[in-house]
């Protein structure tokens, strides 16, 4: 595997988050439920749908037993990661998973460039080691090849790092952007949007979760 170099942007205070406790306990009983509500679901598929090439090999890292990928598209192979056995094994578009607490182990265990498309979905805002994890998912990730990172407004905020519990939606998007472009990763593209709650209460102006995206490409060799 090749040399990973990790540049630290979060100062000690910013990783700071007030359940300290084990993520792997927090996680211990599967959550059958939906986290970001239709309206976020249905943006985020169709961004799927538009991004990720059929065939792709992609890697849905901090799932769950859902993965929002388009049900007409084939790929290659969707590998899973999370912290709970039962959700990952629900999860019917997952060809193989594995269970790793991110914020004790940073290390992904794929080779070098093999992925084309990491997603991370409501994920990210959980991570207090998120340099890490970003400089392994640049080594991971092939050529040309595109990282995802999803999410909305909510969060379990006892959970979440200060610099996430306490940022607002651009900070969110700047501390993502910022955390890629430290580890080599070039300036990603930035999504916000509003959506419309889907049924009826959309067609009267009601809103859905809004919808915010970071998609970064690693350069072509
Ligand atoms: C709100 S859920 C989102 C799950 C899924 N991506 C979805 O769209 O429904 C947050 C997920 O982050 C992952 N996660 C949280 N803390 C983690 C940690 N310390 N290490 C690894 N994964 C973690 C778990 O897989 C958990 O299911």
């Known amino acids: 595997m090749g040399r990973v170099v990790v540049v630290q942007v979060l100062t000690e205070a910013q990783r700071r988050k007030w359940d300290n406790s084990d993520d792997q306990l ?26 990720i090439a059929p065939q792709a090999v992609v890697l849905d890292l901090m799932s769950s037993w859902v993965s929002h990928l388009p049900d007409e598209v084939n790929y290659a192979q969707v590998i899973g990661h999370g912290l709970n056995e039962k959700e990952l094994a629900a999860n019917r578009r997952l060809d193989c998973h594995w269970l790793q607490n ?38 991971i990730t092939r050529p040309g090849g595109q990282l995802i990172v999803a999410f909305s407004n909510r969060m379990f905020f006892t959970k979440a790092p200060q610099v996430w519990a306490d940022g607002s939606d651009r900070d969110h998007l700047a501390t993502v952007a910022q955390v890629l472009m430290a580890q080599g990763w070039p300036r990603p593209e930035l999504i916000a949007e509003q959506t419309r709650a889907s049924g009826w209460t959309g067609l009267i102006g009601g809103k859905g979760d809004p919808f915010f995206a970071v998609i970064a490409t690693k350069p072509s060799a």
């Open 26 to 51: 927090f996680y211990a009983e599967p959550r059958f439920v939906q986290h970001l509500d239709s309206a976020f679901r249905g943006r985020l598929t169709a961004l799927y749908r538009e991004r």
């Open 102 to 139: 991110l914020n004790q182990t940073q290390e992904i265990p794929l080779n070098d460039s093999s992925v084309d498309a990491v997603l991370i979905v409501a994920g990210w805002q959980y991570l207090q080691y998120p340099e890490p994890v970003a400089a392994e998912l640049l080594r």
